[in-house]
Protein backbone atom coordinates (compact mmCIF):
# COMPACT_ATOMS: atom_id res chain seq x y z
CA UNK A 1 0.00 0.00 0.00
CA UNK A 2 1.13 3.76 -0.41
CA UNK A 3 0.83 5.11 1.89
CA UNK A 4 1.58 2.17 4.25
CA UNK A 5 -1.09 2.98 5.94
CA UNK A 6 -3.97 4.52 4.33
CA UNK A 7 -6.67 3.89 6.70
CA UNK A 8 -4.70 6.82 8.78
CA UNK A 9 -5.93 8.92 5.95
CA UNK A 10 -9.49 7.55 6.31
CA UNK A 11 -9.61 7.98 9.58
CA UNK A 12 -9.08 11.83 10.00
CA UNK A 13 -11.16 12.66 7.02
CA UNK A 14 -14.32 10.66 7.42
CA UNK A 15 -17.12 10.80 5.95
CA UNK A 16 -15.21 10.82 2.36
CA UNK A 17 -16.13 10.40 -1.38
CA UNK A 18 -13.45 7.37 -2.39
CA UNK A 19 -12.68 7.76 -6.34
CA UNK A 20 -11.54 4.85 -8.33
CA UNK A 21 -12.01 4.14 -12.28
CA UNK A 22 -14.34 1.96 -13.48
CA UNK A 23 -13.01 -1.23 -14.09
CA UNK A 24 -10.72 -1.03 -10.43
CA UNK A 25 -13.52 -1.16 -9.01
CA UNK A 26 -14.06 -5.32 -7.94
CA UNK A 27 -11.19 -6.04 -4.84
CA UNK A 28 -12.61 -2.46 -3.62
CA UNK A 29 -15.00 -4.14 -0.75
CA UNK A 30 -11.94 -6.17 0.51
CA UNK A 31 -9.86 -2.74 1.91
CA UNK A 32 -12.79 -1.08 3.43
CA UNK A 33 -12.36 -2.69 7.21
CA UNK A 34 -14.67 -1.77 8.97
CA UNK A 35 -16.02 1.73 7.28
CA UNK A 36 -19.49 2.38 6.74
CA UNK A 37 -19.44 3.10 2.68
CA UNK A 38 -22.21 2.86 0.50
CA UNK A 39 -21.68 2.42 -3.55
CA UNK A 40 -23.25 4.50 -6.65
CA UNK A 41 -24.41 1.77 -8.63
CA UNK A 42 -26.32 2.37 -12.27
CA UNK A 43 -29.69 1.01 -12.37
CA UNK A 44 -28.73 -0.64 -15.67
CA UNK A 45 -29.50 -4.63 -15.59
CA UNK A 46 -25.62 -5.22 -15.71
CA UNK A 47 -25.51 -2.69 -12.36
CA UNK A 48 -28.52 -5.14 -10.73
CA UNK A 49 -25.38 -7.90 -10.38
CA UNK A 50 -23.28 -5.49 -9.35
CA UNK A 51 -25.87 -4.16 -6.19
CA UNK A 52 -26.37 -7.83 -5.40
CA UNK A 53 -22.35 -8.48 -4.83
CA UNK A 54 -21.98 -5.30 -3.43
CA UNK A 55 -25.11 -6.61 -0.61
CA UNK A 56 -23.76 -9.83 0.00
CA UNK A 57 -20.26 -7.94 0.74
CA UNK A 58 -21.78 -5.25 3.62
CA UNK A 59 -21.72 -2.38 1.38
CA UNK A 60 -24.80 -0.80 0.73
CA UNK A 61 -25.53 0.65 -2.81
CA UNK A 62 -27.46 3.86 -4.15
CA UNK A 63 -28.97 3.57 -7.86
CA UNK A 64 -28.46 6.22 -9.92
CA UNK A 65 -25.86 7.41 -12.53
CA UNK A 66 -25.83 10.53 -14.43
CA UNK A 67 -26.00 10.49 -18.58
CA UNK A 68 -23.68 12.23 -21.34
CA UNK A 69 -27.42 14.37 -22.50
CA UNK A 70 -27.80 15.61 -19.05
CA UNK A 71 -31.05 13.27 -18.48
CA UNK A 72 -30.44 12.66 -14.76
CA UNK A 73 -34.02 11.91 -14.51
CA UNK A 74 -34.14 8.90 -16.56
CA UNK A 75 -31.35 7.35 -14.92
CA UNK A 76 -32.40 8.42 -11.50
CA UNK A 77 -29.46 10.27 -11.27
CA UNK A 78 -31.05 13.40 -9.32
CA UNK A 79 -32.48 11.23 -6.60
CA UNK A 80 -29.02 9.17 -6.05
CA UNK A 81 -27.04 12.91 -5.98
CA UNK A 82 -29.54 13.67 -3.24
CA UNK A 83 -29.35 10.21 -1.65
CA UNK A 84 -25.12 10.39 -1.44
CA UNK A 85 -25.22 14.14 -0.52
CA UNK A 86 -27.86 12.74 2.59
CA UNK A 87 -25.92 9.98 3.32
CA UNK A 88 -22.30 11.92 3.24
CA UNK A 89 -23.93 14.63 5.89
CA UNK A 90 -25.18 11.96 7.90
CA UNK A 91 -21.27 10.20 8.39
CA UNK A 92 -21.41 7.60 5.67
CA UNK A 93 -18.63 7.17 2.82
CA UNK A 94 -19.60 6.95 -0.19
CA UNK A 95 -17.12 5.21 -3.37
CA UNK A 96 -17.69 6.52 -6.94
CA UNK A 97 -16.13 5.19 -10.01
CA UNK A 98 -14.81 8.55 -11.28
CA UNK A 99 -15.59 7.83 -15.25
CA UNK A 100 -17.86 9.89 -17.66
CA UNK A 101 -20.63 7.05 -18.58
CA UNK A 102 -19.18 5.17 -21.02
CA UNK A 103 -15.88 7.25 -21.37
CA UNK A 104 -13.10 5.18 -20.11
CA UNK A 105 -10.29 6.90 -17.91
CA UNK A 106 -12.13 10.84 -18.22
CA UNK A 107 -13.53 12.11 -15.01
CA UNK A 108 -16.68 13.58 -14.80
CA UNK A 109 -18.06 16.52 -13.24
CA UNK A 110 -20.85 14.62 -11.00
CA UNK A 111 -18.29 13.52 -8.43
CA UNK A 112 -16.58 17.03 -8.20
CA UNK A 113 -20.12 18.70 -7.80
CA UNK A 114 -20.99 15.89 -5.12
CA UNK A 115 -17.52 17.12 -3.42
CA UNK A 116 -18.72 20.85 -3.51
CA UNK A 117 -22.18 20.37 -1.88
CA UNK A 118 -21.01 17.70 0.33
CA UNK A 119 -18.01 20.09 1.22
CA UNK A 120 -16.35 16.67 1.62
CA UNK A 121 -12.90 15.32 0.15
CA UNK A 122 -12.64 13.39 -2.52
CA UNK A 123 -9.87 10.72 -2.31
CA UNK A 124 -8.14 9.27 -5.13
CA UNK A 125 -7.69 5.50 -4.87
CA UNK A 126 -6.00 2.68 -7.59
CA UNK A 127 -5.82 -0.62 -7.23
CA UNK A 128 -4.18 -3.65 -9.44
CA UNK A 129 -2.90 -7.23 -9.08
CA UNK A 130 -0.26 -8.95 -10.65
CA UNK A 131 -2.55 -11.73 -12.15
CA UNK A 132 -5.23 -10.11 -14.05
CA UNK A 133 -7.38 -10.34 -17.39
CA UNK A 134 -7.59 -7.19 -18.91
CA UNK A 135 -11.54 -6.96 -20.87
CA UNK A 136 -11.46 -5.40 -24.14
CA UNK A 137 -14.52 -3.59 -23.17
CA UNK A 138 -15.33 0.27 -22.69
CA UNK A 139 -13.89 0.45 -19.15
CA UNK A 140 -10.74 -1.71 -20.10
CA UNK A 141 -12.20 -3.75 -16.32
CA UNK A 142 -9.33 -5.94 -14.69
CA UNK A 143 -10.35 -9.12 -13.49
CA UNK A 144 -8.52 -9.60 -10.01
CA UNK A 145 -7.05 -13.50 -10.26
CA UNK A 146 -5.92 -15.54 -7.58
CA UNK A 147 -2.23 -15.74 -6.17
CA UNK A 148 -1.49 -12.51 -7.26
CA UNK A 149 0.70 -9.60 -5.47
CA UNK A 150 -1.39 -6.78 -4.83
CA UNK A 151 -1.13 -2.74 -4.54
CA UNK A 152 -3.59 -0.01 -3.25
CA UNK A 153 -2.59 3.34 -4.33
CA UNK A 154 -3.98 6.68 -2.15
CA UNK A 155 -3.96 9.54 -3.76
CA UNK A 156 -3.52 13.45 -1.10
CA UNK A 157 -7.52 14.46 -0.98
CA UNK A 158 -9.04 16.53 -3.56
CA UNK A 159 -11.55 19.07 -1.98
CA UNK A 160 -13.50 21.43 -3.95
CA UNK A 161 -15.03 24.68 -2.42
CA UNK A 162 -18.62 25.17 -1.92
CA UNK A 163 -19.08 27.86 -4.08
CA UNK A 164 -16.81 26.71 -6.83
CA UNK A 165 -17.42 28.06 -10.31
CA UNK A 166 -17.12 26.28 -13.43
CA UNK A 167 -13.40 27.01 -13.72
CA UNK A 168 -12.69 25.84 -9.97
CA UNK A 169 -15.12 22.57 -10.51
CA UNK A 170 -12.94 22.28 -14.19
CA UNK A 171 -9.25 22.29 -12.16
CA UNK A 172 -10.45 19.67 -9.69
CA UNK A 173 -12.11 17.33 -12.30
CA UNK A 174 -8.32 17.44 -14.11
CA UNK A 175 -6.50 16.93 -10.80
CA UNK A 176 -8.68 13.72 -9.55
CA UNK A 177 -8.63 12.38 -13.74
CA UNK A 178 -4.28 12.93 -13.06
CA UNK A 179 -4.49 11.43 -9.87
CA UNK A 180 -6.06 8.33 -10.87
CA UNK A 181 -3.80 8.16 -13.87
CA UNK A 182 -0.78 8.20 -11.57
CA UNK A 183 -2.14 6.00 -9.22
CA UNK A 184 -2.81 3.14 -11.48
CA UNK A 185 0.21 3.49 -13.33
CA UNK A 186 2.04 3.39 -9.89
CA UNK A 187 -0.34 0.20 -8.85
CA UNK A 188 0.55 -1.56 -11.79
CA UNK A 189 4.39 -0.90 -11.50
CA UNK A 190 4.08 -1.90 -7.74
CA UNK A 191 2.64 -5.08 -8.53
CA UNK A 192 4.42 -6.28 -11.45
CA UNK A 193 8.07 -5.36 -9.75
CA UNK A 194 8.81 -2.57 -12.56
CA UNK A 195 11.36 -0.09 -11.85
CA UNK A 196 9.67 3.02 -10.75
CA UNK A 197 12.44 5.32 -12.32
CA UNK A 198 11.28 6.12 -15.96
CA UNK A 199 7.62 6.20 -14.97
CA UNK A 200 8.13 8.80 -12.11
CA UNK A 201 10.47 11.09 -14.53
CA UNK A 202 7.83 11.06 -16.76
CA UNK A 203 5.34 11.97 -14.43
CA UNK A 204 7.82 14.62 -13.06
CA UNK A 205 8.24 16.07 -16.38
CA UNK A 206 4.24 16.34 -17.00
CA UNK A 207 3.17 17.93 -13.78
CA UNK A 208 6.30 20.54 -14.71
CA UNK A 209 4.71 20.84 -18.22
CA UNK A 210 1.46 21.75 -17.02
CA UNK A 211 2.67 23.45 -14.23
Not at 88 to 99: E, H, I, R
Request: proline residues 5%; contains cysteine; glycine residues 8%.
Amino acid sequence: MEPADPYQLYDREQPLILAMWHGQHFMMPFFRRAYRFKVLISRHSDGEINAIAAERLGVGAVRGSGDHGGRFHVKGGVSAFRSMTELLADGCNMALTADVPKVSRVAGLGIIKLASESRRPIIPVALATSRRIILSNWDRSEVNLPFSRGAMVVGEPIRVPAAADADALEQARGALERALNTGTERAHALVDRRTSSAADSRRLEKLEREA
